[in-house]
């Protein structure tokens, strides 16, 4: 006979525990101490077994029913209820232990290890900032679409455009090794489009300037009046148009003087390969007047208050600044200008970009080894110094007037 609500709720205590049957094992069990306790009865593996399904009230004799039926399927499948009660319960608490905090530690600690330090600390600080604060706390299993877009669109109304797509990456990779590692069954970023849910920005390239424009600037460099370390690295920089930190980071033993060259090793690049930068006589020149004011340090550009770090990143712009260039002219800018003039000039595209160290999508062009191109290199940059030193003395830009040796 099967029981009713009312039976349940007037069941009173015993001296003894005893059982309320409502068939196929299903009973209540009344405690002396008032409590009531749904459980089961059921036999797996040839032997008797107990499944505790909850307390009276709190799970209803509606609800005891459905939970007797699930049971009842699982023994269908071979399946042991209680065993498959403890493991949801192991799942449940390793859900609950695996915050997205947690599994970005764990991210983080596996690669940082493969990157450069620079790198790896922005990469940290940018998740600790922007990501933690708003899903750092949730578990990696119930983190949503939405909670994802959006923490990387109160990053975008914050004014950090730039910031919001690099965070949506990191969230990306994260859940990726989560994938990877089995804590996830899907990633739900690969739904999410960025361009879906962030607004489109024009892409903003580092002012630079016209060949017309170097005439001016290279007067202004030339009676810089500030510091001489940081004129000379103005001067090189120009000559030589690598990237900012490349430049700044130079040891006196990458130079290889009787050959001309500089030869960056593969840690310190951006792509992670070695790179040779073949120096002109102007270049040498500068170097050499580098090397009797801060030879006795390791690095070309030291800091004046502590040579064993190097001069700041902002040296060279705020001495641009100072020069009226703000606006008009970055570090980095530099880059562009020679790109430009050479391209202009007729220079070979491929050894323009390989002398700028970039990383080329075409297979083919990017098979060539670093020191591919190096005898065109050569003339190239001493065509450019001897250009730069022609436009100053003149003041004018003579177009075609340089012909690049066969």
């Known amino acids: 006979m099967k029981l009713t609500d009312i039976q349940i709720k007037n069941a009173k205590p015993k001296e003894k525990q005893y059982k309320l049957s409502d068939g196929e094992g299903l009973y209540v069990l009344i405690r002396p101490n008032g409590s009531k306790l749904w459980q089961m009865r059921y036999r797996f593996a040839e032997k008797q077994k107990t499944l505790s399904i909850g307390k009276y009230p709190l799970v209803s004799l509606s609800k005891a029913r459905e939970l007797k039926i699930e049971a009842k399927k699982l023994l269908a499948e071979n399946i042991d209820p209680s065993q498959e009660k403890q493991r949801k319960k192991r799942q449940v608490y390793k859900d609950t232990e695996n915050t997205f905090q947690r599994i970005a530690e764990q991210w983080y600690k596996r690669h940082k290890r493969s990157w450069k330090e620079q790198h790896a600390h922005k990469t940290w600080r940018r998740i600790e900032m922007h990501i933690l604060p708003d899903i750092g706390n949730i578990p990696i299993t119930q983190l949503t679409a939405h909670d994802i877009i959006r923490c990387v669109q109160r990053i975008e109304d914050s004014g950090a455009a730039d910031i919001a797509k690099r965070s949506f990456q990191n969230i990306k990779r994260i859940l990726d090794y989560a994938l990877i590692e089995q804590m996830l069954t899907q990633n739900i970023t690969h739904s999410i489009r960025p361009q879906d849910i962030l607004r489109r920005t024009k892409t903003k390239h580092n002012p630079h300037l016209e060949a017309h424009e170097l005439p001016e600037y290279l007067h202004k460099v030339e009676i810089y009046d500030g510091e001489l370390q940081t004129k000379l690295a103005l001067k090189l920089m120009m000559l030589v148009f690598i990237r900012h930190n490349e430049l700044l980071n130079a040891r006196w033993d990458e130079f290889i003087f009787k050959r001309s060259e500089w030869r960056i090793p593969a840690e310190r690049m951006k792509m992670d390969k070695p790179h040779i930068v073949p ?60 790109s430009t003039i050479l391209n202009e000039n007729g220079f070979n595209p491929d050894a323009i970009e390989l002398q700028q160290s970039r990383q080329d999508q075409n297979k083919v062009r990017a098979s060539y080894n670093h020191a591919h191109y190096l005898d065109e290199r050569r003339q190239m940059m001493q065509w450019w110094a001897d250009y730069l030193d022609d436009i100053a003395q003149n003041g004018t830009v003579v177009v075609g007037k340089f012909e690049k040796s066969a």
């Open 279 to 338: 120096l002109s006589k102007q270049a040498v020149e500068i170097l050499e007047e580098l090397k009797r004011i801060n030879g006795i340090f390791d690095y070309v550009f030291p800091q004046k208050r502590n040579p064993r770090k190097v001069m700041s990143n902002g040296t060279m712009t705020r001495a641009l600044h100072k020069m009226g260039y703000k606006g008009k002219l970055t570090v980095h800018g530099m880059r562009g200008t020679a």
